[in-house]
T-cell receptor, first 111, second 115 residues
Framework: EDQVTQSPEALRLQEGESSSLNCSYT??????LFWYRQDPGKGPEFLFT???AGEEKEKERLKATLTKKESFLHITAPKPEDSATYLC????????????FGIGTKLQVIP | DGGITQSPKYLFRKEGQNVTLSCEQN?????MYWYRQDPGQGLRLIYY???????QKGDIAEGYSVSREKKESFPLTVTSAQKNPTAFYLC??????????????FGPGTRLLVL
């Protein structure tokens, strides 16, 4: 069974304090790994799709990386507006190509 | 602007009542999905549709039903058989299921509460 584990469950940072969120996964043939940002009471907002180990993608203060077993979302010099829950999801190969989601990491950035 | 809309934002269900959640997209996407989100759990797939007039059960389809009569619309009915319907419901779509076209984009969600 495909599994996604995100850590930590919650993270509190001072503004400007860089850190990383972890997404560990087990999947029967990775087709894609996705990162989303979710604000309270809203739908997830797409951030990145990664397809193969070694791939990296950046957007503003966020950088996502991928290895064969995990992905990291690096946040450089975060601002209070980066506060949100960050979700990781993996898509397996074969058939419908089901997407399995992690529970998320709740990030709070303090001014 | 292209996107996914869900309505209503909040929905209240009485015991024994069926309710329908709306999901519309103008992205010209072939595939659409319904998820349920509960506190402390990852999103769980209820139903998905890869093409008009076809849909498949996800992991937690019991107590739910869907239809896909139009490409842009994928309504979800929560039936009285669903004994624990209180949750945040999310609709998503993707171009299709292949390559870079499989990324799912989400609507704003509907929160369903039981009276």
């Amino acid at each position: 069974e495909d599994q996604v584990t995100q850590s930590p469950e919650a993270l509190r940072l001072q503004e400007g304090e860089s850190s990383s969120l972890n997404c560990s996964y087990t999947v029967s043939g990775l087709r894609g790994l996705f990162w989303y940002r979710q604000d309270p009471g809203k739908g997830p907002e797409f951030l990145f799709t990664l397809y193969s180990a070694g791939e990296e993608k950046e957007k503003e203060r966020l950088k996502a990386t991928l290895t064969k077993k995990e992905s990291f979302l690096h946040i450089t010099a975060p601002k209070p507006e980066d506060s949100a829950t960050y979700l990781c999801a993996v898509q397996a190969s074969g058939g419908y190509q089901k997407v399995t989601f992690g529970i998320g990491t709740k990030l709070q950035v303090i001014p | 602007d292209g996107g996914i809309t869900q309505s209503p934002k909040y929905l209240f269900r009485k015991e024994g009542q069926n309710v329908t959640l709306s999901c519309e997209q103008n992205l010209n996407h072939d595939a659409m999905y319904w998820y349920r989100q509960d506190p402390g759990q990852g999103l769980r797939l209820i139903y998905y549709s890869q093409i008009v007039n076809d849909f498949q059960k996800g992991d937690i389809a019991e107590g739910y039903s869907v239809s896909r009569e139009k490409k842009e619309s994928f309504p979800l009915t929560v039936t009285s058989a669903q004994k624990n319907p209180t949750a945040f419901y999310l609709c998503a779509s993707s171009i299709d299921g292949r390559g870079d076209r499989r990324t799912q984009y989400f609507g704003p969600g509907t929160r369903l509460l039981v009276l």
